[in-house]
């Protein structure tokens, strides 16, 4: 089976103001209360502590005006006036702080632990192909990575912006309002700020957004080295892998290294920018002062210190939050790389469903198939009708392919024109070279991919009438590489049917010829598993595997390879559990081995996606062709 590894998103990226807004629309829906109280928290914070220069010339107002009478008991009164009020605000700023930074805290981590059971939830729905084209590392790394990335902005750099963006709309109404003038010369020398900001801070964000991609190349690279580790110490490649490693290492290094030079230059330029500004402001009062210029304001006052000295306090705190803009600029960039990435997973088209055709218990009642609403033992196909009628056909096992062609990319066949059927209880036996075709032509019976051309029936109903749930539902599949769960041995049975009870998993670990082995297990059905059951053998691990398939009971079973990895002796154990596995329910099985495969009812010989043989496994050496000399040695199976 030929198919191609993704390593690289295809699919186009969303405009950034698309990508925060989205986000911001989705925080909002998930807290359509919090989320506004918490802003508005931030938002008053933020007019509070721009107040402070209001009421310094308002004090130095006060004692300019008493300075020449001398009478600071008249003027105490006023002090204290403004002082209390100004102490007001700063109380009223802190509650708002805290419940900003509160509420913010629950909508981050909730909004977030809300798209990780968003993504986790859409990511079943995904089809086989998607996690057939994309590395596991990269898959994680929407989990890791970009949610940590979301995090940041979320919780921390959106507010500070917020907060910022108050404080210097308020401050550059209280500029205007006392000068106009002066206004307008701080904020000229502030847009060359603005001007060193977007250049630096623009090469800056570029490269943290490479550094986003590039950590998750790296991590989805050292997922397969982890999950290859063996096979790199069977041919001695760990001089190459390291090689290969220290290659994409080395390119997460420069592109991080250039975005925080970037990022670290920026600041230094913007804090020696800010200094000079205040240098700048002192110098032009001075001038205005001395030279009695006619200050234009809303306030109609006069340029005075008064004037002046709070100016030098605004221009301070102007110069603070730029810089705050600026340290936060970054942050999210690689917020928005991130929500990117996780809106690119959540996009992902979803597995189709148009059938309609399920699968019910049923029972017969007077020679009539009817749905029952308890475990029969006896299944139905319930078929619904356009005209509002509803017939049940029983599960028999009939499977016929018609004509099939299929192809993993469009333009590239890997199947062509297949023809078979499998009646009730045969055991139909695929046999061939790697890549001839025969994982593929099962891929195609649980509908994990879908046919280009011709058409697969199941008990004469067309698969694509009938919902994959109940078509997955009715076949059985014991894989080649088996995969057990963390938890109990009677847990990862059970995983076949979730309401079995304790007594029909042993039953099925009896059937598949497990219960032996699994009672000489420290905690014999309670044993906990942990990675990949990996204290067992392999053979065990696949008995675990047929007996989650036979607590399933499904009326076909498809067996991929299951005794290819697994020795002589215990290839008779995993045998006999597969033998009673398929007694008496139609079974289709890839063979590595033909030795597994000498009763099956009907052997169909593959090649390059074609069939060229077809016969039981007497009729097949009395040809003498393909089969013959792949039974008897002159060809080997690939």
Avoid at 8 to 35: A, C, D, H, Q, S
Avoid at 311 to 333: C, G, K, P, Y
Avoid at 498 to 510: G, I, P, R, S, Y
């Amino acid at each position: 089976m030929s198919r191609t590894t993704e390593t690289n998103n295809t699919r186009p990226k969303l405009p950034v103001g698309k990508i925060l807004t989205r986000t911001i629309k989705m925080l909002w829906e998930f807290y359509p209360v919090l989320l506004p109280i918490a802003l508005l928290g931030a938002v008053i914070q933020a007019i509070m502590q721009s107040l402070p220069s209001v009421f310094l010339e308002r004090i130095l107002s006060i004692i300019s005006n008493f300075i020449d009478s001398g009478d600071w008991s008249s003027a105490d009164g006023l002090v204290f006036q403004n002082v209390a009020l100004l102490a007001t605000f700063y109380v009223i700023g802190l509650l708002a702080n805290i419940i900003s930074t509160q509420g913010m805290a629950i909508v981050t981590q909730g909004a977030l632990q809300k798209w990780r059971s968003k993504m986790f939830s859409h990511m079943q729905d995904l089809p086989i192909r998607y996690f057939d084209t994309h590395l596991n590392g990269d898959i994680m790394s929407y989990y890791t990575n970009d949610i940590d990335a979301m995090r940041q902005m979320i919780g921390t750099s959106l507010p500070n912006l917020l907060f910022t963006s108050v404080v210097i709309i308020a401050v550059i109404f209280i500029m205007f309002y006392y000068s106009a003038l002066m206004a307008m010369v701080v904020l000229f020398g502030f847009s060359l700020m603005g001007l060193a900001t977007k250049n630096l801070g623009g090469k800056s964000a570029k490269n943290f957004v490479k550094t986003q991609k590039t950590t998750a190349d790296v991590e989805g690279h050292i997922q397969e080295m982890m999950n290859g580790e063996k096979v790199v110490k069977v041919f001695s490649h760990e001089a190459e892998t390291i090689e290969s490693f220290d290659k994409i290492n080395d390119e997460l290094m420069v592109v991080a290294r250039n975005a925080n030079l970037y990022a670290n230059t920026l600041m230094p330029i913007l804090n020696n920018l800010g200094n000079i500004m205040y240098v700048v402001v002192a110098v032009v009062s001075g001038v205005f002062i001395t030279l009695n210029i006619q200050n234009v304001s809303l306030s109609g006052l006069p340029f005075t210190i008064a004037v002046a000295v709070p100016f030098l306090n605004m221009t301070r705190q102007f110069s603070a939050q730029i810089n705050q803009i600026s340290s936060q600029i970054n942050s999210v960039v690689m917020g928005i790389a991130g929500a990117n990435r996780v809106f690119e997973l959540l996009d992902e088209p979803a597995e189709t469903e148009e059938g309609y055709v399920t699968l019910v218990n049923a029972e017969t009642i007077d020679g009539k198939v009817q749905e029952a609403e308890y475990r029969t033992g006896y299944w139905a196909w319930k078929y619904p009708h356009s005209d509002g009628t509803v017939t049940y056909t029983p599960v028999k096992g009939d499977v016929r392919l018609f004509d099939v062609d299929f192809g993993y990319e469009p333009g590239h066949t890997v199947l062509h024109d297949i023809s078979l059927y499998a009646k009730p209880g045969q055991k139909v036996a695929f046999v061939g070279a790697t890549g001839a075709g025969k994982t593929t032509i099962t891929n195609l019976l649980n509908r994990f991919y879908d046919i280009e051309d011709g058409k697969i029936r199941y008990d004469g109903i067309n698969i694509n009438k009938i919902r994959k749930s109940a078509l997955r539902r009715a076949l059985g599949i014991v894989l080649q590489d088996v995969n057990l769960f963390t938890g109990t041995v009677l847990d990862n049975i059970r995983y076949g049917r979730l309401d079995a009870t304790d007594e029909d998993c042993v039953k099925a670990a009896k059937l598949a010829g497990a219960d032996d082995f699994i009672r000489r297990l420290p905690e014999g059905y309670h044993t906990m598993l942990k990675d990949n059951g990996s204290a067992l053998s392999q053979g065990q691990r696949q008995l675990i595997s047929i007996a989650r398939a036979a607590v399933a009971d499904p009326p076909v079973m498809i067996l991929d390879e299951a005794t290819s990895s697994i020795d002589t002796r215990t290839e008779a154990i995993v045998q006999r559990g597969m033998d009673a596995l398929m007694y008496d329910r139609t079974t289709f099985v890839i063979a590595h081995r033909l030795s597994t495969v000498r009763n099956a009812d009907v052997i169909v010989v593959l090649d390059h996606g074609r069939i060229i043989e077809r016969g039981t496994h007497d009729e097949l050496l009395a040809k003498r062709g393909t089969y013959y000399q792949l039974y008897t040695g002159a060809f080997e199976l690939e």
